[in-house]
């Protein structure tokens, strides 16, 4: 599974840069990116290369899709942790009903095997012979 997970993502590296290869004048380009809303003035970057904006957005994404699943890790966490205290308590009670048990079964006694016959004892039955 190691082997294909780092296939699939030698694969997805060599289509990016193939990508970014090919498009090389387009990320070179530099451009202003402004901003405009009510009530505030305009707000303009300095020019920056369209690669810089790319890796901005893609970063941007990457922590905001990392801070949604700290929270269903932590969710899952307390899961875990309170399932994990269920089993402990079920575990507790199958111990002492197994000590109850005991207490009002008595174990049973070994039987002693006595021997009646001095000869060992045959695999096959003894049938009469015919005559």
């Known amino acids: 599974m190691k082997k294909i997970k780092l296939f699939v993502m030698l694969l997805v590296l060599a ?3 193939v990508f970014a290869f090919q498009n ?3 990320f070179q380009e530099k451009q202003h990116l402004s901003l405009t809303l009510p009530l505030l003035d305009p707000y303009s970057t300095p020019e920056v290369s369209t690669a810089v904006v790319c890796l901005v957005c893609f970063f941007l994404g990457f922590l905001f899709s990392f801070m949604i699943s700290i929270s269903g890790r932590m969710k899952r966490k307390r899961t875990i942790k309170s399932l994990n205290g269920s ?3 079920r575990e507790k009670e199958i111990e002492a009903l197994k000590n109850e048990i005991k207490e009002v079964v008595p174990a049973p006694k070994p ?4 021997e009646t016959s001095d000869s060992p004892p045959t695999d096959t ?3 009469p012979a015919t005559t």
Not at 111 to 114: I, R, T
């Open 111 to 114: 039987v002693e095997l006595v």
């Open 24 to 26: 090389q004048t387009y």
């Open 125 to 127: 039955p003894e049938t």
């Open 15 to 17: 289509l990016v840069l």
């Open 87 to 89: 089993v402990k308590k």
